[in-house]
């Protein structure tokens, strides 16, 4: 747990992580309201990773999980929230990033952690 954090911190200290608080609990029990996560900036996502994107047709930025990947368009879900199936699926050009890690949890964000 703490290699993982230093990991992460280190990764933010020569800008490969933005740091991200959470606004809400659309996505309890992965993240609450609050909740400081890094993200990795990247132009890529797969299916199951916790990404933050811009909202399709807001000037607001979400975080969801990534149900579907269909070439260029990303269909998002969260379990208490609004999600793709209220605004429909987003642009990979709209990615700001995939979540790495929950600070304040201290805990990894990425699949591979989950599943073990």
Do not use: W
């Amino acid at each position: 747990m703490i290699v993982a954090f230093l990991k992460e911190l280190l990764a933010f200290a020569i800008r490969k992580r933005k740091i991200f608080r959470v606004g809400g609990d659309s996505m309890l029990p992965a993240l609450q309201a609050n909740d400081i996560i890094f993200v990795r900036p990247d132009t890529q996502c797969s299916k199951g990773d916790i990404v933050v994107i811009r909202h399709p047709y807001k000037k607001t930025i979400v975080i969801k999980h990534v149900a579907e990947i269909d070439d260029d368009l990303i269909e998002l879900r969260s379990p208490h929230g609004t999600d793709s199936r209220q605004f429909g699926k987003s642009s990979l050009k709209n990615l700001v990033g995939v979540a790495t890690y929950n600070y304040t949890k201290k805990m990894s964000l990425t699949k591979a952690e989950f599943s073990s």
